[in-house]
């Protein structure tokens, strides 16, 4: 019989992998339901183990699930609305 690797057993809850990938829950159950993350099932509930969970975080980093949005087009900044220059009583404009 082979014998488990400790980090094998480390096990997480759903809610603190979300936690730890700044993802909603929501998020995280579509990952899990896809097979994106690997998880196991102990009776009815649901578990992430570390390691899957370090396999799947270098596996992003490697670019092999890595999905980036398109960088949104940059607009020009907007006009400046500048006042117009003030006015002496003859009507001459006054530096600053």
């Known amino acids: 019989m082979r014998r488990a690797n ?3 057993l480390q096990l997480l809850k ?10 909603s829950g929501r998020t995280l159950a579509t990952m899990l339901a896809s ?5 196991v099932t102990v009776r009815r509930c649901r578990r992430i183990r570390r390691a899957d969970l370090a396999g ?8 092999e699930t890595l999905r ?3 960088a949104a087009p940059r607009e020009p ?10 006015a ?5 404009n006054v530096p600053f």
């Open 35 to 39: 097979g994106e993350l690997p998880s």
């Open 68 to 70: 980036l949005a398109p």
């Open 77 to 86: 900044p907007a006009p400046v609305n500048e006042e117009p220059p003030l």
């Open 56 to 63: 799947y975080l270098n596996r992003q980093t490697e670019g």
């Open 14 to 23: 759903p809610r603190e992998v979300a936690q730890l990938l700044s993802v």
């Open 88 to 92: 002496s009583a003859d009507g001459e």
């Open 6 to 8: 400790p980090d094998d």
